[in-house]
């Protein structure tokens, strides 16, 4: 199920195409290449936005495959800021670092070849910016640990949240068994905290925009 119209969609890339530059192009092309699920860009201008809202300067990535989408919060959170990326495979590890480094966004990095949540745990204090776009089982446990660790006045972000649709939708074909329910679960959970004021944003497969207020 498309969520957005293509042609909406289409006519919407039309209006970033000023973002055109050959490390974004590289990222976008590699992708494409190797069917890599990144954001893409009108999700990645989204996450600069709601990044440069509240001045976020210390942001936690669950889930950074080769950094595409900590591109976008290297742009919000500028020289001063610090970015923490997680992955599993290391060899993500490698390239983002390579990608990051050649589009001269200039911070400091931290790279966590580890499942997300435990380099959560493992890593200090609070966060202006948590952003999820790991296995989707993982949702569940991915926003108890960063609910917790999100200042006042901080974000929770997270992709695919609708999933293509499947969440609004009884008896689909799952490609990944217990994903659908593990996102339902997450997305209930969000919704139902009063700490939290969220949304659904349905750009692409939906983005949980969840702002901290208590
Ligand atoms: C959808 S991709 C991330 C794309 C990235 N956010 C972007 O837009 O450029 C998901 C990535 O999360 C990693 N991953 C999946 N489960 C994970 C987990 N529990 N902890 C850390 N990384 C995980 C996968 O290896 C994969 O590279």
Redesign the pocket.
């Known amino acids: 199920m498309d969520i957005v119209n293509p042609q909406v969609e289409e006519y919407m890339r039309s209006l970033v195409a000023r973002y055109d530059e050959p490390v974004l192009l590289g ?1 976008e092309a590699e ?1 494409k290449e190797r069917d ?5 860009r009108l ?2 201008v989204t996450l600069e936005l709601l990044a440069r809202s509240i001045g976020a300067k210390r942001v936690f ?11 976008w919060f290297s742009r919000a959170v500028g020289p001063d800021g610090e970015l923490h990326l ?4 290391p060899e ?1 590890e490698m390239k983002a670092f390579a990608y990051l480094e050649r589009a001269n966004l200039d911070l400091p990095l931290r790279f966590h070849v ?6 959560l745990a493992e890593t200090l204090g609070d966060f202006d910016v948590v ?1 999820c ?3 989707k089982a ?1 949702y569940p446990d ?1 926003w108890k640990a960063a609910a917790e660790r999100i200042r006042v006045g901080g974000l929770y972000l997270c ?2 949240v609708l999933w293509s649709g499947r969440v609004a939708q009884e008896g689909v074909t799952e490609p990944h068994p217990g994903w659908t329910e593990a996102i339902r679960e997450h997305n209930a959970m969000i919704a139902a905290d009063e700490r939290y004021v969220s949304t659904i944003v349905p750009t692409r497969d939906g983005v949980m925009v969840a702002l901290r207020i208590a």
């Open positions: 990222m992708a890599f699920p990144i954001v893409g999700v990645g990535e669950m889930g950074s495959g080769f950094g595409y989408s900590a591109y997680t992955d599993t495979d993500n580890s499942d997300a949540v435990e380099a952003y776009d790991i296995d993982g991915a992709d695919n």
